[in-house]
């Protein structure tokens, strides 16, 4: 069993940063494959960002956003600048026991309770 906890989120203006973090309980945080996830009002919840031993990213947010993890701290982080309106969404973080990265909701054992990204114009 794994619990997360993002935070990191509020409000900023366009062309600003933000990092969020997600830190997770449990000693097996390295054997997890994390993600990064948003959902914007009335879309579905999309991926943005995961890490294995490799990283992959939306086409949307690739350039822009940068995820990592510590281990050592049992903490992934998403940096995330050059903020648009349209990156606005509930951000999650989720975790999969599997070892490669998945886009498909689903896919994903545990999940956050979510943390507020607000950009303005």
């Known amino acids: 069993q794994v619990q997360l906890v993002e935070s990191g989120g509020g409000l900023v203006q366009v062309g600003g940063s933000l990092r969020l973090s997600c830190a997770a309980s449990g000693h097996t945080f390295s054997s997890y494959t994390m993600g990064w996830f948003r959902q914007a009002p009335g879309k579905e919840r999309e991926f943005v960002a995961g890490?294995?031993?490799?990283?992959q990213y939306a086409t949307s947010v690739k350039g822009r956003f940068t995820i990592s993890r510590d281990n050592a701290k049992n903490t992934v982080y998403l940096q995330m600048n050059s903020l648009k309106p349209e990156d606005t969404a509930v951000y999650y973080c989720a975790a999969r026991l599997e070892d490669y990265i998945e886009y498909r909701v689903y896919q994903y054992d545990y999940w956050g309770q979510g943390t507020q990204v607000t950009v303005s114009s």
């Open positions: 890490i294995r031993l490799i990283t």
